[in-house]
C-alpha cells in the first residue's frame, strides 16, 4: 500500500474515534506507517524495531535499530489527545542511551525530538506533525523524511532533522527580536520609517505629511497601551467607575440574549434549547441515544490542549483549574462528563468533532444554532 493510500485510511478512523488506546495506535497507526516506510513489520524483525526496549528497569514502546540492537530513534506511543508528560520520559531514556532521535506520538500527533541539543524540550523539536491538520502530501514528506528505514540507515533522516532543528531556533529568534526592532524603530523614529510612512501617505491620499506629524502617530504606536491601563487603574481606584461598567455589561448581555435562537437539527429532527451550553450537552446525549458507542469514541479523539471534552470523571476535564468541576461540568444519562465552559466558537468545534465521530456531515446532517 502505499503511505499516501495508508494516511488517508488513518486519518479517517482518527476522526471516527477508532483508536481507543495505546494498544491501538501502535498497531494500528505506527506500525502499519513503519511497514510502508521499509521497516521489517511483516515479517517482525525484534532486532530491528525492539519493542518495550528495556533501559535499566525502564522501558521505551519501540527502539528502532540500525544495526540490529543498536537503536537509532526511539518512539514513545500515547492515547490519542493524551501524550502530555511523555517527552520527559522519553528524553529521560534517550539521554541515558545516547539515542539521536525520539519520537512522541498519540497517533493524531507526532513530535520529532533532538535529545542532546539545547533549550527546553519543545525548543529541541525538530517538527510538530498532525495528520488531521497537514495536507496528506505533507504529512507523507514529513513521515518520509524522518522515519524513512533506508533514509534512518544512511544517516539522512537524522541530519535532516538536525537542519530543521536549526531553522526553528533561528526562526524562534527572529521572532522574539522583531518586536524589539519595532519598538527601536519607534523610539529612535528612524528617517527611512518615516520617510516610507509619508510616501505610502500621499500615494493613498494625495497629501505627504510633513516628518512632525508622522513622528506623532510614531509616538502614539509607541504608547498604545495607556488607555487600556488607565482603564485598569481607573476600575481599581473608583467604585463608582467599576459598578457603573458592571452594570453596562450586564444591560448589554441581557439585550444580546434577545430574539436569540438555541437548537440543534439531526437528520430533520429539531431539538429547542435555552442556551448554547444546552445544544452541547443535547447533542451528546442524543448522539449518545442513538449510538451507545459513541462516547468512548469520542474520549478516544484528540481533544483540547490541556482540556478533555469528555471524561469518565468531571476532575479530568479542567485539569487546571478543579474550581471549574463542579459549576461548568455536566454528567450524561450514560454516565460520562462533559465540559460546558466554552465560549460559543469553541463549542461550534467541539460539536464538529463529535460529527465526525458520529459520522454525520457537520452543516447538513447535523445543524446547530448558537445565538450569533
Not at 160 to 178: F, G, H, L, Q, V
Request: glycine share 6%; aromatic share 8%; hydrophobic share 35%.
Amino acid at each position: 500500500m502505499q503511505l499516501e493510500n495508508l494516511i488517508k485510511e488513518i486519518r479517517e478512523k482518527l476522526k471516527a474515534g477508532c483508536f481507543v488506546n495505546e494498544a491501538a495506535v501502535s498497531h494500528g497507526v505506527l506500525l502499519p506507517i513503519l511497514q510502508v516506510l521499509g521497516w521489517p513489520v511483516f515479517p517482525f524483525d525484534p532486532q530491528i524495531i525492539c519493542p518495550e526496549y528495556s533501559i535499566r528497569g525502564k522501558r521505551v514502546d519501540f527502539a528502532l535499530c540500525h544495526p540490529a540492537r543498536k537503536p537509532s530513534i526511539f518512539v514513545e506511543v500515547k492515547k490519542v489527545g493524551q501524550k502530555e508528560g511523555g517527552d520527559e520520559q522519553l528524553f529521560q531514556y534517550a539521554f541515558d542511551e545516547g539515542v539521536p532521535m525520539a519520537v512522541l506520538t498519540d497517533g493524531q500527533e507526532w513530535l520529532f525530538y533532538l535529545p542532546a541539543e539545547r533549550g527546553s524540550h519543545d525548543e529541541r523539536c525538530a517538527y510538530k506533525l498532525d495528520l488531521l491538520e497537514r495536507e496528506i502530501g505533507d504529512s507523507c514528506e514529513r513521515l518520509r523524511r524522518y522515519l524513512c528505514c533506508k533514509r534512518v540507515r544512511d544517516e539522512e533522516s537524522i541530519n535532516a532533522a538536525r537542519s530543521d532543528y536549526k531553522d526553528a531556533a533561528k526562526n524562534r529568534t527572529m521572532k522574539d527580536t522583531i518586536p524589539n526592532a519595532w519598538t527601536k524603530l519607534l523610539e529612535e523614529q528612524d528617517g527611512s520609517l518615516v520617510d516610507l510612512i509619508a510616501e505610502t501617505t500621499e500615494d493613498l491620499c494625495g497629501y505627504k505629511p510633513n516628518p512632525d506629524l508622522v513622528g506623532n502617530f510614531l509616538k502614539e504606536q509607541l504608547h498604545q497601551i495607556m488607555p487600556e491601563k488607565l482603564i485598569r487603574e481607573l476600575s481599581g481606584e473608583n467604585t463608582g467607575f467599576k459598578e457603573t461598567h458592571k452594570s453596562i455589561d450586564r444591560s448589554l448581555k441581557r439585550l444580546g440574549r434577545k430574539g436569540r435562537t438555541y437548537e440543534f437539527n439531526i437528520r430533520g429532527q429539531k431539538f429547542k434549547c435555552n442556551s448554547a451550553r444546552d445544544v452541547l450537552s443535547g447533542v451528546f446525549e442524543e448522539l449518545t441515544k442513538r449510538d451507545p458507542s459513541f462516547p468512548n469514541r469520542f474520549m478516544a479523539r484528540k481533544h483540547g490542549r490541556k482540556r478533555r471534552y469528555m471524561a469518565v470523571t468531571k476532575e479530568e476535564l479542567y485539569p487546571d483549574r478543579p474550581d471549574l468541576c463542579n459549576d461548568h461540568s455536566y454528567r450524561l444519562k450514560s454516565g460520562q462528563w462533559i465540559g460546558v465552559n466554552y465560549s460559543v466558537t469553541s463549542i461550534r468545534d467541539i460539536i464538529m468533532i463529535a460529527a465526525e465521530v458520529a459520522e454525520l456531515k457537520f452543516g447538513s446532517d447535523l445543524i446547530v444554532s448558537l445565538g450569533e
